[in-house]
């Protein structure tokens, strides 16, 4: 295990459903991200949080709201989404933002289906 | 425009067989470039980190290489065993005023008994 959990591991919604993400890590990292990983392209970078302030937000629609109440824990917040955001979502953490040689550390990420 | 390009695509060699995973990087200015190891259902997990300065590492089976002039690396994986099976994801770090990381679409390798 990579000290990053997220639940749930499967998500099926309709596109007026409302749901969240959860992520937490266990290493005592101070950065925490949300990728989108969509079949053969590569992972997109949605958010990063560091110390629990959002640093990054890469021109993401706002159907997607995160959250990072302390830097143990993130939330991604979903609502009315499209069936092209149906993609495997991944959570990381890192000891640091921005550091050079950062290595991040990933959840098994949540497969979401759009319907 | 930094970028990341791998090939191939996918690949499926035979167990036991020695396998080249390669990554073509256009990424300015260049701070170090890692390997990851994606299972199915899994995240990706980091293998190897290479810097400007270094040529070659090992991680057991697997070998990175990096020719920071031609802006080429590759994960040589010997000995292929099943559980190697996964996709193979190159990601470049670039460093000047603030630290970005680019992913490349990955490799995905399928290794039949």
């Known amino acids: 295990e990579t000290g990053v959990t997220q639940t749930p591991r499967h998500l099926v919604m309709g596109m007026t459903n409302k749901k969240s993400l959860k992520c937490e890590q266990h290493?005592?990292?101070?950065?925490m991200y949300w990728y989108k990983q969509s079949a053969k392209k590569p992972l997109e970078l949605m958010f990063v949080?560091?110390?629990?302030?959002?640093?990054e937000n890469n021109s993401v629609p706002s159907r997607f709201s995160p959250e990072c109440p302390n830097s143990s824990h993130l939330f991604l917040y979903l609502h009315t989404l499209q069936p092209e955001d149906s993609a495997l979502y991944l959570c990381?953490?890192?000891?640091?933002?921005?550091?050079?040689?950062?290595?991040?550390?990933f959840g098994s990420g949540t497969q979401l289906s759009v319907l | 425009k930094n970028q990341v390009e791998q090939s191939p695509q996918s690949l499926i060699i035979l167990e036991g067989k020695n396998c080249t995973l390669q990554?073509?990087?256009?990424?300015?200015?260049?701070?170090?470039l890692r390997w990851y190891k994606q299972d199915t259902g899994r995240g990706p997990v980091s293998l190897t980190i290479?810097?400007?300065?270094?040529n070659t590492k090992s991680n057991g089976r697997y070998t990175a290489t990096l020719d920071a002039d031609t802006k080429q690396s590759s994960l040589h994986i010997t000995a292929s065993q099943l559980s190697d099976s996964a996709s193979y994801i190159c990601?470049?770090?670039?460093?000047?005023?603030?630290?970005?990381?680019?992913f490349g679409s990955g490799t995905r390798l399928s290794i039949r008994p």
């Open positions: 990381a953490s890192s000891t640091s933002w921005g550091g050079r040689n950062e290595k991040l550390f």
């Open positions: 290493l005592g990292h101070n950065a």
């Open positions: 949080y560091s110390l629990e302030e959002r640093v």
């Open positions: 990554c073509n990087y256009t990424v300015s200015p260049f701070s170090n």
């Open positions: 290479m810097t400007f300065s270094e």
């Open positions: 990601v470049v770090r670039a460093y000047s005023s603030a630290s970005k990381i680019i």
